[in-house]
């Protein structure tokens, strides 16, 4: 199951940088549903007769015949900070970049195409009690891409026998950097994020540092805030929790394999009996918690403390039961018609199996830009509250699967904060703060886009705008100015609208006056209609001059 979703994780990073160089790759999408996955991909114009790159035979062979693809891999190789390396386990290796295994192709229709991507990136140093680790245990694309030397995709296995002692060496100290150096200032930032963050936020931005969730024990190891303590232990819970249910899901799956009704129903009976005996009250719940410590030690190292450990604690005292009640059913792909008030559930309970896709960031990405441009142009309030959740949610599919996306940050903080717009009181304050994180990571990624600058200017001025006094920051205007001036220091106009909308609130007309001439004449200034009805310009739509800008 794992390779599944690692050759999804190739794809996302080849995609990100192997396409500008020419290289195509089919669709793909891992589908999960009553606790099995199946891989779907596209059909692609290749067959045996068109390998150039890599091993479709474990090695035996390696092709780099083709110069084309010899450099579009290199390329790959310099962005992914992947190592050239001679490859293959017979005498005539080859010196490629990726793993050995890896196949590229000059396809039918005389483009390239890349496949097998599962091991596209190295693995942490093996431990012997994990067997066939090096296969799946893999680091992930954001440490390997910030590591100071190019790492081995094929360290630690026979593909990469030639100058392995050197190679290994490398990726040694890569994963010794991870634990001693990214972990521990990792939990250490999150001393400094906002109490009140959500786990999915915590698992972006543990991506982000380059850190795999397998280490999220490890993680908790260093966090002494005790709410992200048990925010933590919630989400290792219900991560543990789902393999065990879905280890039973598969069984049952197995021996009901040509009745589809009767394998729903022994599976919906399953879940009903787990889920009572994860929050029931009844003794089989008490030694279901304490049995369950060893699964979870074994799947997240660390993730108990001295005392959680010992035999007479109970780990339900340091979980936030019903915030799992919720995400295991999120984690497992069910759906239950009842709350946690309601233990002990019937199979009445039980709604649905719930099918979950994960697909190549392209994907959600197009369906979140879609329907936040579909909500911009709808008049209708509710279908526009509807279309922005849902650029919500994709664009947070987008950021699992590529969290250092600068853009779909920005993206995201704009969707949010237009979200904000359509709400009041309380819950337009939290949309508006939490468009604002996303757009300062975004400039921390990528501090000179010009887009982004803007495009926070202009919120930080609706913020300005439609919040109360008491809750506002008195520099915000300032910061608004700031940017939108970094931002015309870039290209010409792009943020002359936003400084006359500054300059309007803050009572300098002739400021105005310049500011839209400028935009006018860059091409920046929107249509009339636009400019009568922004409450920015209230003070001034009135006067004879503003007629000229409609």
């Not at 010899?70 to 992947?82: A, I, R, S, T």
């Amino acid at each position: 199951m794992k390779v599944a979703c690692h050759e999804l994780k190739g794809h996302t990073a080849l995609v990100s940088c192997g396409m500008v160089h020419g290289l195509k790759l089919g669709l793909m999408t891992v589908i999960e549903y009553q606790g099995s996955k199946l891989s779907a991909v596209s059909v692609l114009p290749i067959s045996r007769d068109t390998l150039v790159y890599g091993s479709a035979d474990a090695g035996n062979v390696v092709y780099s015949s083709l110069e084309a693809m010899n450099d579009v891999m290199h390329q790959c190789g310099k962005v992914l900070n992947l190592k050239g390396h001679l490859a293959g386990i017979g005498e005539d290796k080859k010196f490629i970049y990726g793993p050995c295994d890896l196949e590229g192709h000059l396809g039918h229709d005389g483009r390239l195409y890349a496949i097998d991507l599962a091991r596209l990136f190295p693995p942490e140093t093996p431990k012997q009690s994990i067997k066939g680790g090096f296969l799946y245990r893999l680091l992930r694309p954001e440490l390997v891409r910030q590591f100071p030397k190019p790492l081995s995709s094929d360290a630690f296995t026979m593909f990469g026998a030639h100058d392995a002692e050197k190679h290994d060496a490398e990726v040694r100290q890569a994963t010794e950097f991870l634990h001693s150096h990214v972990i521990p200032e990792f939990a250490s930032s999150l001393a400094n994020e906002n109490p009140n963050i959500c786990i999915s936020d915590i698992l972006i931005k543990m991506h982000r540092a380059g850190i795999n969730i397998r280490f999220l024990g490890e993680v908790r190891s260093y966090v002494t805030d005790l709410d992200q303590r048990k925010t933590l232990l919630t989400e290792i819970c219900a991560r543990a929790f789902k393999n065990e249910i879905r280890k039973k899901l598969r069984d049952s799956t197995q021996k009901q394999a040509e009745d589809c009704v009767a394998q729903t129903a022994v599976c919906t009976r399953l879940c009903v009996n787990f889920f009572n005996t994860i929050f029931g009250d009844k003794p089989i719940s008490k030694t279901f918690w304490h049995a369950i410590k060893r699964a979870i030690l074994q799947r997240f190292v660390q993730s108990l403390s001295d005392t959680e450990l010992q035999r007479d604690f109970d780990l339900r005292k340091h979980v936030h039961m019903e915030m799992l009640f919720y995400r295991l059913q999120n984690a497992l792909g069910v759906s239950f018609d009842a709350g946690i008030g309601d233990i002990p559930l019937s199979v009445s309970h039980f709604k649905e199996f719930v099918v979950k896709a994960k697909q190549m960031y392209t994907v959600p990405r197009i369906e979140a830009d879609t329907a936040a441009e579909l909500a911009r142009t709808t008049k209708n309030h509710s279908e526009a509250k509807r279309l922005l959740s849902l650029a919500r949610e994709n664009y947070r599919s987008v950021l699992e699967l590529k969290p250092d996306d600068h853009i779909v940050l920005s993206n995201l903080g704009m969707v949010l904060a237009e979200s904000a717009m359509l709400e009041e009181g309380r819950e337009r304050e939290e949309l508006f703060a939490k468009a604002n994180r996303k757009f300062e990571w975004s400039l921390k990624l990528h501090g000179d886009d010009p887009h982004t600058l803007v495009m926070w200017s202009d919120v930080l001025v609706n913020q300005v705008i439609l919040l109360e006094d008491n809750v506002l920051d008195p520099t915000m205007l300032d910061h608004a100015l700031e940017m939108s001036l970094k931002a015309e220091s870039f290209v010409s106009g792009i943020g002359a609208l936003t400084m006359a909308r500054v300059a309007a609130l803050q009572g300098h007309e002739k400021l105005v006056q310049k500011c839209l001439r400028h935009a006018s004449t860059t091409k920046n200034l929107p249509g009339a209609e636009a400019l009568l009805h922004d409450p920015a310009f209230s003070r001034v739509k009135n006067a004879t001059w503003f007629s000229s800008f409609l």
